[in-house]
């Protein structure tokens, strides 16, 4: 089993930054692809970032390059998204995923755990 425990969410104003991490616990952490995804009220859960195993591999949904930065620390079984330049239209609940698979760039659909999440809120 894997545990995914998300923390960094909370309250920002228009322009400003956040810094999401994610700790993993139950499995070696470096295997597996990791991901975060944000579902808004009302919509459905959507991709935003993703990352390889081994860290190489990063993929970002078109809305947010530029300004999420999604990054690893095996040794110490963290992902994080360092999230500038925020938006209103980035409030949502923010999930970390991982994909027992390694898929180098995979989809909410191909992720096999899921963490609780954690609410990102951006006032304009």
């Known amino acids: 089993q894997v545990q995914l425990v998300e923390s960094g969410g909370g309250l920002v104003q228009a322009g400003g930054s956040l810094r999401l991490s994610c700790a993993a616990f139950g499995r070696t952490f470096g295997s597996y692809a990791m991901g975060w995804f944000r579902q808004a009220p009302g919509k459905e859960c959507d991709f935003v970032a993703t990352i390889s195993g081994g860290g190489r591999t990063t993929d970002y949904e078109d809305s947010v390059k530029g300004r999420f930065t999604i990054s690893r620390d095996n040794a110490k079984n963290t992902v994080s998204l360092q999230m500038n330049s925020l938006k209103p239209e980035d409030t949502a609940v923010y999930y970390c995923?991982?994909?027992?698979?390694?898929?180098?760039?995979?989809?909410?659909?191909?992720?096999?755990?899921w963490g609780k999440g954690t609410l990102v809120t951006v006032s304009s």
């Open positions: 995923a991982l994909d027992i698979h390694n898929r180098l760039k995979p989809r909410a659909y191909d992720m096999d755990y």
